[in-house]
């Protein structure tokens, strides 16, 4: 068995809000849903070859997937024994979920909120209340970081922290109609992009890719003009499948690839002001 430290698993590529700069592009009409039974028998196969020590349901913005609780039943079928299971969101869309939240604290999830902006801590936080219930629960503050706890054991419900801003988007701009990427040193990208926290490992449409640009790269290629350098290279990055060999793959799946080339190598960030509220394809 191969083991991953972090392994998200992007259900979605579609976010109700347009922070700018978003590294994962949410801040353009970014497209498509996807649902669990579509690549069940890929992740099952996974599942036999590879152990994850965290589980992430990942996007795009989660809640806005019809077929949320599909997912968090599937992956937790199978790694029943992740030491985590969390969904990661940026909070605003839970007082339209309440109920889906409540199924998810029962089958053993919690929920990871990532606040993009301090007017929403108000809400987040009487949503939260309301999702509990009465369940017994205890507030831990750690400088940014709110864990919401239960009294009598060491189960997780809620995780909050305050996101102000974003390394660089691999998008620099836009030049004669088509996206302009970084043309970064490869290693020096490498280093900002793990930002010192163990690496973590995304799957999509049920293949497994080192990063999140790469795991998404079909997708932009086909809703977006990108240069022709960009969409060479991303092309060129082949992801794993469960029925290949995987020796190779997980001897090099931490270390720097030629697509690094495309992502800011300087660790300076910026604000995600102005946060906007988008409406169309967000289940809301």
């Not at 339209?96 to 929403?120: A, F, M, P």
């Not at 995780?159 to 102000?164: F, L, P």
Request: net charge negative; glycine share 4%.
């Amino acid at each position: 068995m191969y083991r991953i430290f972090d392994g998200a698993f992007n259900i979605t590529n579609v976010c109700n809000l347009t922070c700018n700069g978003c590294e994962s592009f949410n801040n353009f009409n970014f497209r498509n849903h996807f649902r669990f039974d579509d690549y069940k028998d890929l992740y099952k196969r996974w599942s036999e070859k590879v152990t994850i020590n965290i589980v992430t349901i990942h996007g795009g913005e989660p809640f806005t997937n019809p077929d949320i609780l599909n997912w968090a039943t599937g992956l937790k079928e199978l790694w029943p024994n992740a030491v985590k299971h969390y969904v990661s969101t940026n909070g605003s869309l839970l007082k339209n979920h309440v109920d889906t939240c409540k199924k998810l604290l029962e089958l053993g999830w919690y929920i990871d909120i990532s606040v993009h902006d301090t007017k929403l801590y108000n809400d987040i936080e009487t949503t939260i209340k309301v999702i509990l219930e009465n369940r017994p629960y205890r507030i831990i503050q750690s400088g940014d970081e709110t864990r919401i706890v239960a009294h009598n054991s060491n189960q997780t419900y809620f995780v909050m922290y305050e996101t102000v801003d974003f390394i660089s988007s691999a998008r620099k701009g836009i030049n004669k109609g088509k996206w302009q990427f970084h043309s970064s040193d490869t290693q020096a990208a490498h280093k900002v992009c793990l930002g010192g926290e163990p690496p973590c490992t995304h799957f999509n449409k049920g293949l497994m890719y080192q990063c999140h640009l790469t795991s998404v790269s079909a997708d932009l290629i086909k809703q977006f003009p990108l240069e022709d350098r960009a969409t060479e290279l991303l092309q060129q990055y082949t992801a794993a499948h469960p029925d290949d060999d995987l020796e190779d793959f997980f001897q090099t799946l931490h270390n720097p690839m030629p697509q690094c080339e495309l992502c800011p190598m300087s660790s300076h960030t910026h604000s995600i002001a102005p946060l906007a509220v988008k409406k169309e394809n967000a289940w809301t």
